[in-house]
């Protein structure tokens, strides 16, 4: 298993830009399958973005051309690049690993509040 703590929500103005952190208590070298998800309130959680231990990535058709993900294996992290952030990217934001011998689930972080709004 692997402990994740998100980093780096906070409430930014439409149009503004905010990095979120997953930071990996082990390397992440060997984590196949890195992903963050979102939870609004009263919606259910949805996949943002995902990355793979080879560097390929998806994104939600949501925040395609907005969202970046990336991994440093050096610094066990995982990041998210969000800009030109819309009030209806306001949620939740969870990071889930995943890798070989892990259950289904793989492992979850706590969570990090993103909120857009003038």
């Known amino acids: 298993q692997v402990q994740l703590v998100e980093s780096g929500g906070g409430l930014v103005q439409p149009g503004g830009s905010l990095r979120l952190s997953c930071a990996a208590s082990r390397s992440i070298f060997s984590i196949n399958l890195i992903r963050w998800y979102r939870q609004a309130p009263g919606k259910q959680r949805e996949l943002v973005a995902a990355i793979t231990s080879g560097g390929s990535t998806n994104y939600a058709d949501s925040v395609k051309g907005r969202f970046t993900i990336s991994r440093d294996n050096a610094k066990n992290t995982v990041y998210l690049q969000m800009n030109s952030l819309k009030p209806e990217d306001t949620a939740v934001y969870y990071c889930?690993?995943?890798?070989?011998?892990?259950?289904?689930?793989?492992?979850w972080g706590q969570g990090t509040q993103v909120t857009i709004s003038s």
């Open positions: 889930n690993a995943w890798a070989l011998g892990m259950g289904p689930e793989g492992s």
